[in-house]
């Protein structure tokens, strides 16, 4: 099959699962490359949302691969096809990897439009039924590194009956293998990757099959969907990829669809996730909220105690954490403080005490909230900036401790806000 280089080097395993390494060999030329767990850059057609590319460039150490998604894209496919270059070079992508996938992990779609040959995406103008022709036709205009399989993942909704699972799973590994037969034949997609979408609802031996049979064929990697965070309980999420990592090949990444809170990232990455889209930091946005959740595992004594208090301060006021649902988004999480709240009026602190970000260095919680009760379109600019540093940072901190054997530490640090909001 055409592509092949992609290749995951692991160089610790954590508790037979958690997984630390280097995606390598990323991109038609296989320059690039991926630290994992490590999270994508998440945009709605190219662009990270409020932000230009000089702006988001003034963020270090963002992840070498961008999100795409066909929901965002079906509907310029013919602006796309008379510029014949490819996504990357329309949006001004330049040395990036590019990983389109079907919808967009930020916004819930409809259910109940998918058939044996089609399934359906939402645009802004609606619905957009994909056949498997129109799907890698999408594909070869788009011209991406990689790219998801077409997929029947509606199957999240709790109540689902296992024969509809059961046909959630034959029918994406039959778009798979139709996927595959018009790649293979495709000039256009030489040295592009494919990766198999892993179904099968919240029943235990459907998505068992499903990771089997999605194993056996040439796929670079793995895409875990339908296990969205409210779609199903964390812990029978982490029973669910556990069972399921364990039938997946060692060197070959997994990423998992529709989760982005920093305590489902965790645990998932103890289950053996390697990677996760990047929308978290946008929904955050969206709401008027910074992500304030502390990941610094390694403070100074004197400093912690303060800090504590601090903590303690800026958990206080917030609301009771909701647990973000697909189709509420304007849920607040406990990992964010609501910058719309009148508490912020006169508070002349960084979001962040110590964010080296452009927006912690040169304004105050006070100033952003009052453009975004003046409704000012700079609001959203800073607070993406804020957010896509902060929890890109948080990856890196994952990371660390994963190397250092602190990954419990991490999680008590990262968790106990909600300890501290819940209790």
Known sequence: MAGGRMKLELSRVIQGRGRLGVLRGLGRTGQHSLEV?????????????HLTQETL???????????????????????????????WKFAGLHDTVLYCSLHDPATSCPTGYTTNKTVSVWGSGGRIELTVDKFMALQKTVKPDWYQSMADGETWQNNTSRKRVRK????????????????????????????GVVEGG????????????TAKRPVAGFCLDG????????????????AVTRELPEDKPRLLQGVGRPDEVLACVEAGVDLFEGFFPFQATERGCALVFSFDVSPDPECAVLELDKERDTLEGKQQNGDVTLDDQTQMT????????????????????????????NHQRAYLHHLLVTNEL??????????????????????????????????????????????
């Open 37 to 49: 767990p490590g999270c994508l850059l998440y945009t709605h057609f190219g662009t990270v949302p």
């Open 57 to 87: 460039h003034t963020l270090s150490s963002l992840p070498s691969v961008t999100q795409v998604t066909l929901s965002n894209i079906a509907e310029h496919l013919e602006v796309l096809e008379e510029f014949k270059e490819g996504l």
């Open 168 to 195: 959630s799973v034959d029918r994406t590994l039959a778009h798979l293998d139709e996927c595959l037969q018009v790649h293979q034949k495709s000039q256009e997609l030489e040295g592009v990757e494919v990766f």
């Open 202 to 213: 919240d029943i235990l031996e459907e998505r068992l099959r499903s990771a089997r049979e």
């Open 227 to 242: 296990l969205q965070t409210a779609a199903i309980d964390q812990n029978l999420r982490t029973q669910l990829i556990t």
């Open 334 to 361: 406990s990992f964010e403080i609501n910058l719309k709240d009148k508490r912020y009026h006169d508070d002349f602190r960084p979001l962040v005490e110590g964010c080296g970000c452009y927006c912690c260095k």
């Open 378 to 423: 700079l609001a959203g600019v800073l607070l993406m900036i804020h957010n896509t540093a902060h929890y890109h940072g948080f990856f890196g901190a994952l990371r660390d401790a994963l190397a250092t054997d602190k990954l419990g530490h991490l999680k008590r640090r990262v968790l106990r806000e909600r300890e501290g909001l819940d209790g």
